[in-house]
Structure formats: structure tokens, C-alpha cells
């Protein structure tokens, strides 16, 4: 509370440098050995994430279209399930980043019974969606093939940088094998709702 005088001696003073954008910047920041060539994979990766951005959003629009235009009856336990498993997810999410999840809740000034009712419109919305879906894969006989697994392992095994083995074995001993097998029957309908919708590439562009 009282005031204070302080004498500094400055010592050294520093000045950030950046390096030149040349062929040099781009053989020590990546694999590539000009600036051509890292500009031209930094332009693609930037089209690749747009296009699959854009993709995702179709997908989630054809989902709620469809959803919003049936009449189906949400079985309550399903709806519950579903508001426990997007808390749980929220929590690890939040647990991830350091942060205790009673901690993140209090500066929230939010308690769980709040959240889990929070979520219970979106937690309607998804099961709606998911028994829509089963029900036009099933009147459409989607089938769900062994390759069709054994390439989301694979993508899985290149997401997580593990090999596809070890990922197989862990969806086994969780029992989680017919948990993939249905989220891969959910797309292929999904997949199936935008083809019949006449949807091409370059409306995914546009």
C-alpha cells in the first residue's frame, strides 16, 4: 500500500529476427526443398480441410432435413443415455486441457443437473436422427461388410498413429466392434440420403 522506487540497469536488448521466405526457410521448416513446393502443399492441405469442411456440414444438413421431416417416437432411455454420453465426452474434453471438470463447472456457475438438462434438446435431436437413419438402412438393406470395418481400423490406426492390430484388439476387448459397425451402417445411409439427393462435387465446391 506504500509507494516504491525501483532502479534497473537494462543489460541487453533483443530483437526477434525472421528468416528470409526462400528455399532455405523451407528445407529447415518441412520436408520440401523450395518455397514453391511447401506453398503448393500449404495451398492443398488448405483445400483438402475446405473440402471435407464443407462435406461435413452437407452431411449434417441431409441428417437434420431428413430428421426434422419424420415423426418417430424417442424412447426416454435413449434420450438419457444420450445426454450422459455428451456430458461425459464435455468432461473429457474439458479434462483434457488441465482444467478439473467441478473446477470448470463452478466458474461456469453451472451444476450437472443444469448441463445434463442443457443438452437434453441436442441429445433429442442426435437419437432422432440415429433412429431415422436406422430405419432407412434397413429399409434400403444396407449391409455393413468386413472391408468396411477393417478400413475404419484403418483410418483409425493412421488418426492415432497406432498400429491397426493393436486398435482391432482394443475395439474387441471393449466389445466396441458392433458400436463401429453401426456408426458405419449411420453413414453409408447418410452417404445413400445425398446421392439420392442429387448432390455433386461441385456443389460440395461451391
Not at 448441463?115 to 435431436?125: D, G, I, K, T, V
Amino acid at each position: 500500500g506504500q509507494d516504491a522506487v525501483f532502479t534497473v540497469t537494462v543489460k541487453e536488448i533483443k530483437r526477434k529476427e525472421y528468416a528470409p521466405l526462400d528455399d532455405e526457410f523451407a528445407k529447415d521448416v518441412s520436408e520440401f526443398e523450395t518455397l514453391q513446393e511447401l506453398r503448393t502443399d500449404i495451398e492443398n492441405n488448405l483445400k483438402e480441410a475446405r473440402k471435407q469442411r464443407t462435406e461435413q456440414e452437407l452431411r449434417e444438413e441431409a441428417i437434420t432435413k431428413v430428421a426434422d421431416n419424420a415423426e418417430v417416437e424417442l424412447p426416454e432411455s435413449m434420450i438419457e443415455d444420450r445426454v450422459m454420453r455428451m456430458v461425459e465426452d464435455l468432461a473429457f474434453r474439458i479434462e483434457q486441457q488441465g482444467i478439473p471438470f467441478n473446477y470448470y463447472l463452478k466458474v461456469t456457475n453451472t451444476d450437472l443437473a443444469t448441463l445434463q438438462s442443457n443438452s437434453r434438446p441436442a441429445a433429442e435431436r442426435s437419437v432422432k436422427a440415429d433412429l431415422v437413419l436406422e430405419a432407412i438402412a434397413k429399409a434400403e438393406n444396407i449391409q455393413v461388410e468386413a472391408a468396411d470395418v477393417d478400413k475404419e481400423l484403418e483410418k483409425l490406426a493412421e488418426m492415432y498413429k497406432q498400429d491397426v492390430a493393436k486398435i482391432r484388439e482394443s475395439f474387441e476387448k471393449q466389445g466396441q466392434i458392433s458400436a463401429l459397425e453401426y456408426s458405419i451402417m449411420i453413414d453409408k445411409a447418410v452417404d445413400l440420403i445425398i446421392r439420392e439427393a442429387n448432390i455433386t462435387e461441385k456443389t460440395l465446391e461451391d
